[in-house]
């Protein structure tokens, strides 16, 4: 998973008129070291060890970061959720404990912190389970009112930077895999017919398709076949993969519309398509 930039607005109301204050400083100066996605096979009763690094890449400051958890849901629609650890029953983040907390990195150094997952002993699990951990630097600059301004509204814009490691627990091979194509929209980029499919896991299991469309004239011969890209979808989330057709003529076609997520699992349907 890409690192998540969120934006927090800092606002002390003083009266009714804005006055910038300078702008906020952000931390773009770590990074995780290796992989920002983990998946474990695990089975009831197990136990996951592993650490996880963050290098600093100032070479004159130190950096403080901390480490928390959240639990994570994604919508075709746009929609990204980060609820609170536990929150729904297939979240994994009240099986692992994470220590330190808190880490001061030196410059131009590592830091490391270490997970554990517990897997429950209770034979009912099935499929998948997952959540997030949340690496952010902290001490960044906050609001600051500026002197002899009590009487108006003050405000600071501060970037926060966050990375986000998604941790996945399969149990086994156990729970149904399943998605369904709910929705397609076929739009116009710069000239370019692109084709908008919306997926949703409907089964127990992550899984990582890739998509693709191939495109057949009236006569029955491939126009094209046409990538749209490879996402994680977790169960009861959805995704939108956003497939160009690039090169293609206006026109009357039956597409094939493929989602591979692999372990010998593939999906696919057929629809009519004009494009314009």
């Not at 996945?168 to 692109?194: A, C, N, Y």
Request: proline content about 5%.
């Amino acid at each position: 998973m890409r690192k998540i930039i969120m934006k927090t607005l800092c606002v002390c109301v003083m009266a009714l008129l804005a006055l910038p204050s300078g702008g906020g400083q952000c931390f773009a100066n770590i990074d995780i070291v290796g992989d920002l996605t983990y998946r474990f096979n695990v089975s009831p009763g197990q136990e996951v060890r592993g650490q996880i690094a963050i290098r600093n890449y100032s070479k004159e400051e130190s950096v403080q970061v901390s480490i928390n958890q959240n639990d994570y849901h994604c919508y075709a629609d746009g929609r990204n959720e980060y609820p609170s650890p536990g929150s729904h029953n297939r979240s994994n983040a009240l099986w692992m404990a994470l220590s330190p907390r808190q880490l001061i990195i030196p410059p131009d150094s590592i830091g490391t912190f270490e997970y554990v997952i517990c897997t429950p002993k209770e034979e009912s699990l099935r499929g998948t389970y997952w959540s997030l951990i949340i690496v952010e630097p902290i001490g960044q600059e906050r609001l600051q009112v500026p002197d002899g301004s009590k009487e108006d509204m003050a405000y600071n814009v501060t970037t926060v930077f966050k990375y986000a490691i998604q941790m996945i627990t399969d149990v086994g091979t156990s729970g149904v895999q399943e998605i369904q194509f709910i929705d397609k929209r076929l739009r116009t980029v710069e000239g370019m017919p692109v084709l908008d499919l919306d997926i949703e896991n409907t089964g127990e299991r992550v899984i990582r398709p890739v998509v693709w469309a191939e495109l057949y004239d009236q006569q029955g011969n491939q126009a094209g076949k046409f990538e749209g890209g490879r996402r994680w979808i977790y169960p009861g989330s959805s995704c939108r993969f956003e497939i160009p057709l690039k090169g293609i003529k206006p026109g009357d076609y039956k597409v094939l519309l493929v989602a591979d997520g692999g372990e010998d699992e593939a999906f696919g349907a057929q629809y009519a398509l004009v494009v314009k």
